[in-house]
């Protein structure tokens, strides 16, 4: 029998990987990043790279080839837990600019327990201020 988190995990890498854009799947933890070639990726900016890291394996989407080439090389050492924090990733490649780390948190239905909410809801504008 399958336990609920493993079941849980399961279901969530299968979403990533369909939202990446490309035919990859988590490799076993412990492994390298599994680094595809995807200019439509969900994971990220268009023209960025995606990484999305869960129970100790990670996949990767680069914008083209040569990128994706670049990254197998450099992420061939560094555990996934280490992909989603700027300083390893900046100590292998030279890094621009980051968006994230965004930590997620994915629970069974059975679980689920919502916390009554009696507030409103604020709304901001998506004007910048000058």
Do not use: K
């Amino acid at each position: 029998m399958t336990a609920p988190d493993d079941a849980v995990l399961r279901r969530v890498r299968n979403l990533w990987e369909t939202v990446s854009g490309a035919a990859v799947t988590f490799p076993p933890p412990g492994s390298p990043a599994a680094v595809v070639t995807s200019s439509g990726s969900g994971l990220c900016p268009p023209g960025w790279v995606g990484i999305v890291a869960l129970g100790r394996s990670a996949i990767v989407t680069a914008p083209d080839t040569a990128v994706a080439r670049t990254l197998r090389q450099a992420f061939s050492t560094l555990p996934a837990d280490a992909l989603t924090c700027a300083g390893p990733v900046r100590s292998v490649l030279p890094v621009a600019e980051v968006l994230g780390p965004a930590t997620l948190a994915y629970v069974t239905d059975d679980a689920f327990r919502p916390v009554p909410y009696e507030g409103g809801v604020e709304r901001l504008s998506a004007e910048h201020p000058a």
